[in-house]
């Protein structure tokens, strides 16, 4: 995934800055970036590759490095970034978060109209943050050459820009995916992914920027460079499972949906009358946990922690790059708590079942620590289709879908004309889809949360919100 922070300010920034950029460690693993502007020195820039360490303590002698009364940073997961860029348009600092699905299309055309070259990465790959400026520098200004590259991606890409006066200029992705904001305090400016990054360091979020809009930020005003577009698709996903619970998207607080979310479950379960006999409920930690307290409030059932995550070592378990480590690390961090787990019948509400193979390790650990029933309910409904716009999965195609493999064992490629039926619990095929995980992964019981119910939960209009991951709608 990855985010983005920057601020730009008439007081040094680079405290700050650190801590904003830190906040936004959740959504990326793998590069760690600053970059910033002082009147004295000019643009500086500092990068580190985070896998094995996380961005506080890469970047803790960043203040006797580098200095700025403007600076960004940005945490990815997957080239490294910000980009220094020089050009006719001057020299400036460039951060990208999103995902180009065109790039081959876009480098041979950039070969075709300039015959220049790029800085090639391993494996002859280009960084995204390069080839959006080697786009936006076609054009005569920022704002032309900002619309360009957002016209010219196809994918998501939000870019923030650091000037060589200190300005900041921030665009948000061409149909409003991700979220971007701007703070304001007494000093300056902020522009933030993740809206408590922004609040927790004094300032207050004035607004969102609208799909596709773009703004340049000195210290004293937002002149608006590109308006709003009136199509919006912000992923559905950011409340369900990868947005930090202290942010707040399009008004909507993520901690409070996952709330309301895990209600609908229950009353789903109570309707269908499956919720009888629970000795306890709980999350699949952490994202699962917000939602299992809905759920547990709006049963009765009483909420547990019957086991814990173990983080001071290892505090994502997707952090190893093989999936087998992933794997082992996952396993190694459940910590039972056995008292809450013999002979109780049990049910985990996760965000989501995306491939199954971790969650199945969660609860085999579960039976083997004496539990007498596992039921599992998911967040959302089941992922039939792949992320084309984000980067959130780490899925290569549909087929690595837990949903996607059943389909085809039931079925074959002819289930793939039913998959809205297959979604479905309350059709014949989506209840075979769920008994065959049931048999597959060892639960008692299965439930996905219905997306008209998660739409309900988030609250915005429908046609606001990007679902594509469940139904293939864009």
């Not at 650091?162 to 149909?175: M, P, Q, S, V, Y």
């Not at 002149?223 to 577009?229: T, V, Y």
């Not at 952090?319 to 787990?341: C, E, G, Y």
Request: net charge negative; charged share 25%.
């Amino acid at each position: 995934m990855g985010g983005f922070f920057g601020i730009t300010s008439r007081e040094d920034c680079m405290t700050d800055v650190f801590f904003g950029v830190d906040y936004h460690s959740h959504l990326g693993t793998r590069c760690g970036g600053l970059a910033a502007y002082d009147a004295q020195i000019g643009l500086q820039r500092k990068i580190h590759h985070i896998d094995n360490a996380p961005f506080r303590t890469k970047f803790e002698k960043i203040f006797d490095e580098m200095s700025g009364t403007s600076a960004i940073g940005c945490i990815s997961d997957t080239d490294p970034q910000p980009m220094l860029i020089r050009s006719h348009l001057g020299t400036y600092a460039i951060c990208i978060v999103g995902i180009i699905n065109n790039m081959d299309e876009l480098i041979a055309k950039h070969f075709a109209f300039s015959g220049g070259h790029f800085d090639a990465m391993t494996g002859g790959q280009v960084n995204t943050a390069e080839l959006v400026s080697a786009i936006i520098d076609q054009k005569s200004d920022f704002a032309e050459g900002i619309r360009y590259a957002q016209e010219s991606v196809e994918g998501t890409a939000s870019i923030l820009i650091l000037k060589e006066n200190g300005h900041l200029i921030a665009a948000r992705d061409r149909f409003g995916r991700l979220p971007l904001q701007i703070g304001k305090r007494e000093d300056g400016y902020a522009v933030t992914f993740e809206s408590f990054a922004a609040e927790k360091l004094g300032f207050e979020i004035v607004r969102d920027l609208g799909p596709g809009e773009a703004v340049e930020l000195s210290p004293d005003e937002v002149i608006s460079l590109l308006p709003p577009g009136k199509k919006k698709r912000i992923c559905s996903f950011l409340w369900s499972y990868y947005g930090y619970p202290t942010s707040t998207y399009e008004g909507v607080n993520v901690e409070e949906m996952r709330y309301r979310n895990g209600q609908l479950l229950a009353q789903m379960d109570r309707e269908s009358g499956v919720d009888s006999g629970l000795d306890y409920v709980g999350g699949v930690p952490d994202s699962g946990t917000p939602h299992a307290i809905g759920y547990a409030n709006e049963s009765g059932v009483p909420f547990a922690r019957a086991f814990i995550k173990y983080t001071p070592t290892w505090s994502r378990s997707f952090m190893p790059s093989k999936q087998t480590d992933r794997n082992r690390i996952a396993k190694m961090k459940q910590i039972p708590v056995k008292q809450l787990i013999e002979d109780k019948e049990l049910l985990f509400v996760d965000d989501s079942i995306v491939r199954g193979t971790q969650l199945k390790e969660t609860v085999d650990f579960l039976y083997e620590s004496g539990a007498k029933a596992v039921h599992m309910r998911s967040a959302c409904p089941p992922i039939m289709f792949g992320c084309k716009y984000l980067n959130f999965s780490r899925s290569t195609n549909d087929m690595e879908l837990i949903a996607r493999r059943v389909i085809m064992a039931l079925e074959g490629e002819e289930g793939f004309k039913y998959i809205e039926e297959y979604a479905d619990g309350a059709t014949e095929r989506g209840k075979k889809l769920r008994q065959y995980i049931c048999d597959q992964l060892h639960f008692a019981s299965l439930e996905f949360q219905s997306l008209e119910n998660i739409i309900k939960a988030i609250g915005l209009e429908p046609c606001d919100l990007c679902t594509y991951c469940w139904n293939g709608k864009e």
